[in-house]
């Protein structure tokens, strides 16, 4: 069994519509993080949860919103997306302290349209 | 504020060579982590190594080995006989001390293609 589980694996979404991202850990990990991936940059870190409370914020618009209802899910619900925005969306967790790795998931590949 | 250089964007190599990937990282912590990942075509990162600020000590792991020099801040990574399922990209990153866990800061990646 995938330590983390991304679905859906595709998503083609018009600007208009409303989506969600989800992800879910069978790890006992306690912290989970959304990470971007697109063609022009760098793995962008988005968001960061910690025992299911918001611990890190990197400037993202807020047409990304994300909730950790418990510490083996996550969710990016997404609305009015842009062009722009289609990219590999990656779901990671990890142990809390500081000598961690995290483990990731196989990411949802989204294209906005 | 933090910055991870991977200057190769691409490698070839005919399989059984050997291939090094170059890292280079700029931080003012005196602890913090340093990290390579595989991302093959399927697109998960693939978790290879963490390395502690205060361990210089190279590493080997069969056909893997890392060579860490902190003076001159860099976290290279060797694959000795190279295979064709050795072909993904790779990320090397740098983590600050975190309660929470890490905030990963990733370079932009070295495409590794191995031809048979």
């Known amino acids: 069994e995938t330590g983390v589980t991304q679905t859906p694996r595709h998503l083609v979404m018009g600007m208009t519509n409303k989506k969600s991202l989800k992800c879910e850990q069978h790890?006992?990990?306690?912290?989970m993080y959304w990470y971007k991936q697109s063609a022009k940059k760098p793995l962008e870190l988005m968001f960061v949860y910690n025992f299911k409370e918001q611990t890190e914020n990197n400037s993202v618009p807020s047409r990304f919103s994300p909730e950790c209802p418990n510490s083996s899910h996550l969710f990016l619900h997404l609305h009015t997306l842009q062009p722009e925005d289609s990219a590999l969306y990656l779901c990671?967790?990890?142990?809390?302290?500081?000598?961690?790795?995290?483990?990731f998931g196989q990411g949802t590949r989204l294209t906005v349209v | 504020a933090q910055k991870v250089t991977q200057a190769q964007t691409e490698i070839s190599v005919v399989e059984k060579e050997d291939v090094t990937l170059d890292c280079v990282y700029e931080t003012r912590d005196t602890t913090y982590y340093l990290f390579w990942y595989k991302q093959p075509p399927s697109g998960e990162l693939v978790f290879l190594i963490r390395?502690?600020?205060?361990?210089?000590q190279n590493e080997i792991s069969g056909r893997y080995s890392w060579n860490f020099q902190k003076s001159t801040s860099s976290f290279n990574f060797t694959i000795t006989a190279s295979q064709v399922v050795d072909s993904a990209v790779y990320f090397c990153?740098?983590?600050?001390?975190?309660?929470?866990?890490?905030?990963?800061?990733f370079g932009a990646g070295t495409i590794l293609r191995v031809k048979s």
């Open positions: 390395r502690n600020s205060f361990d210089e």
């Open positions: 990671a967790s990890s142990r809390t302290g500081e000598d961690t790795e995290a483990f």
């Open positions: 790890l006992g990990h306690n912290a």
């Open positions: 990153a740098l983590s600050e001390a975190a309660e929470y866990g890490n905030k990963l800061v």
